[in-house]
């Protein structure tokens, strides 16, 4: 391999490595608020679910802009297996860039 193909080479995995790292960041965040409203939403069914409420939902007029307001696409537990699958894919992603990384020295 010549110098610019490596250099070429270097760049290539360099920016990919990057770029998992700010996707996988993303996810990991993403998650971390999903988990926060379930925590929420958990806390609130186990010691007042009648105070439970879901955006564009019937609730008791007394329970609005006093209890939180879920949205109902947060407990999907599709949403969740999105998530979780795509921390996985990122991370065997990231884990095969560096195996790259080391083998190009950097």
Same mark, same amino acid.
């Given at each position: 391999?010549?110098?610019?193909? /490596?250099?070429?080479?270097?760049?290539?995995?360099?920016?990919?490595? =990057?770029?998992? /790292?700010?996707?996988?960041? #993303?996810?990991?965040?993403? %998650?971390?608020?999903?988990?926060?409203?379930? %925590?929420?939403?958990? #806390?609130?069914? /186990?010691?007042?679910?009648?105070?439970?409420? $879901?955006? *564009?939902?019937?609730?008791?007029?007394?329970?609005?802009?006093?209890?939180?307001? $879920?949205? /109902?696409?947060?407990?999907?537990?599709?949403?969740?297996?999105?998530?979780?699958?795509?921390? =996985?894919?990122?991370? $065997? %992603?990231?884990? *095969?860039?560096?195996?790259? #990384?080391?083998?190009?020295?950097?």
């Amino acid at each position: 391999m010549s110098p610019e193909d /490596q250099d070429a080479a270097i760049g290539r995995v360099v920016r990919e490595r =990057r770029e998992l /790292q700010i996707r996988l960041a #993303a996810l990991e965040s993403e %998650a971390g608020n999903l988990g926060v409203v379930l %925590a929420n939403l958990g #806390a609130l069914l /186990q010691a007042r679910p009648e105070d439970v409420v $879901f955006e *564009n939902h019937p609730a008791p007029a007394e329970l609005l802009g006093r209890a939180p307001v $879920f949205k /109902q696409g947060d407990v999907l537990a599709s949403r969740v297996i999105h998530i979780v699958d795509e921390i =996985r894919k990122a991370k $065997f %992603a990231l884990s *095969n860039i560096e195996t790259k #990384a080391a083998h190009l020295g950097i």
